[in-house]
């Protein structure tokens, strides 16, 4: 029986120390280049191949879950995955209520998409998509804002007349602006947040140092910048 009862307990804890290894990955799956769904309908872009790097090199097994933008910071606080890597920018606001890597892509601009290139922003209607820096910003700087859930449907906003331009990060916007000869991206621009980081638990201090170390190991050999280049998220290291 003491057999048996040895057993079962090193059974729980290989169990466990499997599950342990294993790291949700939150995304969104609609932010290209950053994050996105595929054809085959799987997790695709930058952050996707960003971090199946960061977790062989911490020698963990991903699994990817994705989230819509709005709840993804609560979803990751109450355990339905434990890491956000959905191009969330550090800010100290957010910094209250999770935890943050070292930034692996340095700020990114941020790009007005109009109708117009002779827009007037600031005494214009901005889109931008709910609880992003830029929504923080129109806000801060008492323009008018109208926010949207996803970031498809401020670029539809400014389409149909809602919003006169959108602010978003420029790696986003600037292949739209690309592909549609009607939408333009304004000469100006701002620098906002302090890069972009993965998103923890307050409480996995362990985790945070072992992403840490991934993302610190992939900017001494270069590889960062590599990726980044690769995908043309943001500026390089």
Known sequence: MKKLVLATAAL????????????????????????FINDSGQVDGFE????????????????????EWDSIIPNLVSGNYDVIIAGMSIT?????????????????PSAYLSL???????GAVIAAQTNTIQAA???????????????????????????DAVLADKSY??????????????????????????????SDGELKAKFDAAIQSMK???SLNTLISKWEVSSTF
């Open 173 to 202: 916007l600037a292949p739209v602006a690309d592909e549609e000869a009607d939408l333009v991206l304004l000469e100006r621009e701002e620098e906002i947040g302090g890069g972009v980081g993965m998103g923890v638990r307050e």
């Open 12 to 35: 729980a804890l290989c169990a466990g120390m499997a599950s342990a290894d294993t790291v949700r990955m939150g995304t969104e799956g609609a932010y290209p280049p950053w994050n």
């Open 137 to 163: 910003f129109v806000a801060e700087k008492g323009w008018t804002l109208v926010e949207f859930a996803t970031p498809e449907e401020t670029i539809a906003a400014v389409r149909n007349g809602e919003a």
């Open 220 to 222: 001494d050999d270069g």
């Open 92 to 108: 100290d606001e957010r910094d209250e209520v999770i935890d943050f890597t070292q930034n692996y892509t340095p700020p990114d």
């Open 48 to 67: 996707r191949a960003l971090g199946d790097e960061l977790c062989k090199r911490a020698e963990l097994t991903c699994e990817w879950v994705t989230n």
């Open 116 to 122: 117009s290139a002779d827009l007037d922003v600031e």
